[in-house]
């Protein structure tokens, strides 16, 4: 017979799929009481549950990390940042793979512990077939950033856990990963999520726009933003074209602010009224068009 603490939160998790309200048991989203419902029905999770996340192998996360790579090279940078952001309020910061794998993360040394007993630790696997609902495999699935806060969570072992999670998508508008950032211990109030939960949003588009650089190092990229200052050194818009002057890639922000960038590859001329070689003649030779938006 589980405890009090593990019977509540199983009563909490079987009223919010019950209820079928748009704020049922606590708080739950729908968003979150379609997950608890697929946890409990469709993967048959017990939300009882003390025990943490599956943890790979070494070399069974070495293997992940070598396939991703390329991920692994365009984020490093951003993910210190973010710690460096949340780490006084005593988060950790993970990386994962498409398949909710971490694959990296930032913690400060003298928490490593804490975080590892938490299950927040390099190979730890978040899919919700086999954790059920949390920041990582919740955005897995629908793609959308999500602050699963404490009983947010299906599993009593993770109803201590605050979690926000974002996602990150490659050239083609595929998902490659998901930024979390985690923390053991935080406010009981849901509101105080707010702030880290856009720095991780704000943080996943950095990493897509350094893996879109990385990916198109072969082509010109034109980096386009509203004030000239922040151009190059934090563009809005990423656009690639090839030899021909064609558009054959462009990030999510340029997807929503230029029209025919939904049809790729495509003529410059039909997104600038202008020839692709005119467009391109005065940086030819040059790795990158800078750009100020009107």
Not at 43 to 57: K, M, N
Not at 149 to 168: E, M, N, W
Not at 210 to 215: D, K, M, N, T, V
Request: hydrophobic content about 35%.
């Amino acid at each position: 017979m589980p405890y009090v603490p593990q019977t509540r939160h199983i009563e909490r998790v079987r009223s919010a799929i019950e209820a079928r309200t748009s704020r049922a048991g606590d708080g739950a989203s729908p968003r979150l009481v379609s997950s608890y419902r697929r946890s409990l029905e469709q993967y048959h999770l017990d939300p009882g549950a003390t025990v943490g996340p599956r943890i790979l192998t070494t070399p069974e996360l070495r293997d992940v990390r070598q396939r991703e790579e390329p991920v692994l090279r365009a984020s490093g940078q951003c993910l210190s940042q973010l710690h460096e952001m949340v780490r006084e309020a005593d988060y950790c910061v993970m990386l994962t793979d498409a398949a909710g794998v971490t694959i990296d993360y930032r913690v400060d040394p003298d928490r490593r512990n804490a975080f590892k007993r938490a299950g927040l630790y390099p190979g730890s696997c978040w899919s919700e077939r086999e954790e059920g609902t949390c920041g990582i495999a919740t955005v897995l699935l629908d793609r959308e950033p999500i602050t699963v806060h404490k009983f947010d969570h299906f599993r009593a072992a993770f109803t201590t856990l605050t979690c926000s999670a974002s996602p990150i998508f490659g050239l083609s508008g595929e998902l490659i990963g998901v930024l979390d950032a985690s923390a053991v211990r935080s406010p009981d109030e849901r509101e105080s999520q707010r702030l880290v939960n856009h720095i991780v949003r704000q943080s996943a588009v950095l990493i897509e726009n350094s893996y879109f650089l990385h990916a198109t190092t072969h082509r010109w990229v034109m980096l386009a933003h509203r004030n000239r200052h922040y151009v190059e050194s934090q563009p809005e818009i990423l656009i690639a074209f090839d030899e021909r002057g064609r558009a054959v890639a462009a990030n999510r922000r340029a997807k929503e602010c230029v029209p025919g960038l939904e049809r790729l590859p495509c003529d410059a001329s039909e997104l600038f009224n202008t020839r692709a070689l005119r467009l391109l003649d005065a940086r030819m030779g040059s790795d990158f068009i800078s750009l100020r938006l009107p």
